[in-house]
C-alpha cells in the first residue's frame, strides 16, 4: 500500500461535484466534502438519503462524474481494486464476511497479497489486542458469531489491509449500545494511531458524538457541514434529527 499522502490543500479526500446513480436514476446530487488526515468525519441522514452510494461512488464500484481526489491523486479513473490499493478500504454495511471461513481466515484473506507472511502474523496480533473478543473467537466460523463480533472482524478484516482512509457503512446498525461503545473507542484508537476514519450513520446523535466534523446529507444532497459539536448544537439538525 502506498505511504499516506496528502492533497496541496491539506485534505486527504476532497470530492466536489460528485453526481453517482442507478441505471439513469440520479441518487448524490453534487456532493463536495473533504475529509482531512487523521480526523474522524461522519456522513450522517436519514434512510434513503444517499449514503451507501456515496461510498460506492467513492470506492468506484459504481460509476460517478465530478471529482474525487485522494492523496491528491484522482481516483475517478481507478478501478475499485486500485481505490482499494490505494489505501480507500471499505467496511460495508451488511459486513458481507465469509460466513464458512473462521475468523482467521477472514482476516489473513484481506492480508493475502502481502508477500511478507511476518507482517500479516503481526497485523493478527495487533487486531487481537484491539478486539480481543476476536482473538477468543479467532477459531470459530464468521457466521455463527454474533452481530457485534461480525462487525468487529469486518473492522479487522478492514483494517488488516492497513487503510490510510477507512470508510465505515453504517457500523451501529442493529448492534446493543455496550457493543457500540466498544466499537466508538476503536474507532477513537484508531484515529490516534494515524488511521483516518469516514463514517456513514443513520444515527446521528452517535456518529456526531464520536466525529470531528460531520456532514448531514438529504436526498443526494449535502444540507448541512461543520464541526461535529456544532452540527449537534445546530437547531435545525437537532429539530430533523435528534427529537429534540
Ligand atoms: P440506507 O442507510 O438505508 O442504506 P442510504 O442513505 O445509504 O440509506 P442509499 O442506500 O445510498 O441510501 O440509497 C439512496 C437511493 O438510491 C435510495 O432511493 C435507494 O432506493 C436507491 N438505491 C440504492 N441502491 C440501489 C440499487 N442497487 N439500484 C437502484 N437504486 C438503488
Not at 473533504?34 to 468506484?60: D, F, M, Y
Not at 483516518?196 to 448541512?224: C, F, K, N, P
Request: net charge negative.
Amino acid at each position: 500500500m502506498s505511504a499516506a499522502g496528502k492533497g496541496t490543500d491539506g485534505a486527504l479526500l476532497r470530492v466536489s461535484g460528485l453526481g453517482a446513480g442507478y441505471g439513469g436514476m440520479p441518487v448524490l446530487d453534487s456532493v463536495s466534502l473533504e475529509v482531512r488526515p487523521a480526523e474522524i468525519v461522519a456522513v450522517v441522514g436519514s434512510n434513503g438519503a444517499g449514503k451507501t452510494t456515496l461510498l460506492r461512488a467513492l470506492s468506484r464500484v459504481i460509476a460517478a462524474t465530478g471529482q474525487i481526489e485522494f492523496k491528491g491523486q484522482d481516483l475517478v479513473p481507478m478501478t475499485a481494486d486500485q481505490v482499494f490499493c490505494e489505501g480507500l478500504v471499505q467496511v460495508p454495511e451488511g459486513r458481507q464476511l465469509f460466513d464458512r471461513m473462521t475468523v482467521e481466515d477472514n482476516l489473513l484473506m484481506a492480508a493475502d497479497r502481502r508477500s511478507d507472511k511476518a507482517v500479516a502474523l503481526e497485523d493478527l496480533r495487533r487486531m487481537y489486542a484491539l478486539f480481543p473478543r476476536l482473538g477468543e473467537r479467532r477459531r470459530q466460523l464468521a457466521g455463527s458469531m454474533s452481530g457485534g463480533e461480525q462487525q468487529m472482524c469486518a473492522m479487522a478484516r478492514a483494517l488488516m489491509a492497513r487503510p490510510i482512509l477507512l470508510a465505515i457503512d453504517e457500523m451501529s446498525l442493529g448492534l446493543a449500545p455496550v457493543v457500540i461503545e466498544q466499537l466508538m473507542e476503536v474507532l477513537a484508537r484508531i484515529r490516534d494511531e494515524g488511521v483516518t476514519v469516514l463514517l456513514v450513520e443513520q444515527d446521528v446523535h452517535l456518529a456526531l458524538s464520536v466525529a470531528d466534523r460531520g456532514y448531514v446529507m438529504e436526498t443526494g444532497r449535502i444540507v448541512h457541514e461543520g464541526a461535529a459539536s456544532d452540527l449537534i448544537d445546530d437547531p435545525a439538525v437537532r429539530k430533523a434529527y435528534l427529537g429534540l
